[in-house]
């Protein structure tokens, strides 16, 4: 065939393709700065996406929120000084790869040399003067180690880890920040510092602070006002076995189960991520006018069964909210909010019939689902709660998501996600308060 008729059907079938045909693959853009990368990329069909890094030295994973699908973050590496290579990858919160990049980082040499003139001292088998402090920069550490002109310091969370090489000051002296911005507040760091020969010199672990958000100071609307609401955020750092009546109606007890659902990838315990919902709630309820009462604001604190019925009664509250994440290890697939109300106790039947309660329950649920874009999940009524069937109001244990389901799992622990939690609690509350005639 001649030339010009290849041509001619080239130029045609490029006319005919769909613009999607050819458009571009995404494309991850970086910029490169000692110890870090700065990264961008654009994923319109997407709100979440998890993104994992790692170098020879330093390794972490993030989950990044965008509104428009625009996303930007940070790669660092403190531990990073000789040419390395990075390794970007992107994934949905269902762990598929979407995008991938790797790229050099430069060396910076003129960090590589301990101090000059160093005194002849003999090397010490573990370090002095330890101090180890967190802060939003990182954890700052400070530590002497005569002897030694360069030591290992290693961070690890769950969520990253760090190998830095330090020099020693004049006076075999250390200081410096490790940055940990994927790691969680109420996670555990690691901390270890060796020689260069990977001898021991210390260990220990530092616990990240969790800093609650500070009480909103104005309203958005007055719409809850006089309204009383409980939220019981569930579980706490470590728990008392009781047992209990298992309600005020009822034979039987109810022992205390130990434990709690624990992350499957980020490792969190199901008590501090109730508590930082928790407390978005609290704030997010505030701001429409409501009074709000908490069963506890720390971790480190133990409120019994019966408290946790016995503080709203007591204050009494309108509607309380029991807040809990999910297991099922056996089929790490399921997902799903689940709305569990008292079915038999005395108490509640005071508070509505079953099909009252219902209502009340699938109104909640309905609201978290429109609020979260999570279609799974459902309403039971049960006596298996002893809180639900303690209280003198409308009581609601909520499942809020499954731990062991990867993407729940990190869901729930995304401030943007946990917002959207506490936006649709709060928006059920309003609900169910126009069905008990509390509000117009």
């Not at 690890?156 to 880890?161: A, T």
């Not at 008392?240 to 624990?262: C, D, H, L, R, Y």
């Amino acid at each position: 065939m001649p030339v010009k008729p290849i041509v001619c059907l080239l130029l045609c079938l490029l006319l005919c393709c769909p613009a999607a045909a050819l458009a571009e693959e995404p494309v991850i853009y970086t910029e490169i700065e000692p110890h870090l990368v700065r990264y961008s990329f654009d994923l319109p069909q997407y709100s979440f996406v998890y993104v994992k890094f790692d170098t020879q030295n330093d390794a972490g994973s993030k989950v990044l929120y965008s509104g428009n699908g625009h996303f930007e973050g940070v790669c660092e590496a403190p531990g990073t000084f000789e040419e390395a290579r990075l390794g970007l990858n992107v994934y949905t919160l269902g762990n598929r790869l979407l995008m991938q990049t790797k790229l050099t980082l430069e060396a910076d040499a003129s960090e590589q040399s301990p101090a000059a003139g160093l005194p002849a001292v003999a090397a010490a088998n573990k370090v002095t003067d330890l101090a180890l402090t967190y802060s939003p920069e990182g954890l700052h550490y400070r530590f002497s180690a005569p002897g030694r002109d360069s030591v290992i310091l290693r961070c690890k969370s769950p969520q990253e880890w760090h190998r830095i090489t330090l020099y020693a000051d004049a006076g075999y002296r250390y200081e410096g920040v490790v940055p940990l911005p994927c790691t969680y507040p109420d996670d555990t760091v690691t901390v270890s510092i060796l020689t260069p020969n990977s001898a021991p010199l210390y260990e220990s672990s530092v616990l990240i602070p969790y800093h609650a958000p500070e009480a909103p100071q104005t309203l958005k609307s007055t719409e809850l006002m006089g309204v009383v609401v409980c939220i019981d955020a569930g579980h706490q750092r470590t728990t008392q076995v009781e047992t209990v009546q298992s309600g005020p109606n009822f034979v039987q007890t109810t022992t205390t189960t130990i434990g709690m659902a624990k992350g499957t990838e980020t490792r969190r315990m199901e008590s501090q991520v109730t508590l930082e919902i928790a407390m978005q709630l609290r704030n997010a309820l505030l701001e429409r006018g409501a009074s709000v009462l908490m069963t506890r604001e720390i971790q480190d604190t133990f409120v019994g069964m019966l408290d946790r019925s016995a503080i709203p009664n007591n204050a009494k509250a309108d509607f309380v909210l029991r807040l809990h994440c999910n297991s099922r290890r056996s089929n790490p697939d399921v997902q799903g909010i689940e709305v569990y109300c008292p079915l038999s106790s005395s108490y509640a039947k005071q508070v509505a019939d079953t099909d009252g309660y219902r209502l009340l329950g699938e109104t909640l649920l309905r609201a978290m689902q429109k609020a979260t874009g999570m279609p799974k999940g459902g309403c039971t009524l049960n006596d298996t709660y002893v809180g639900n069937n303690w209280s003198k109001m409308p009581s609601f244990l909520v499942e809020m998501g499954y731990m062991t389901n990867f993407e729940e799992d990190l869901l729930l622990s995304s401030p943007e996600y946990q917002q959207r939690l506490a936006q649709g609690m709060t928006q059920g509350i309003i609900e169910m308060a126009r069905l008990r005639g509390l509000i117009d």
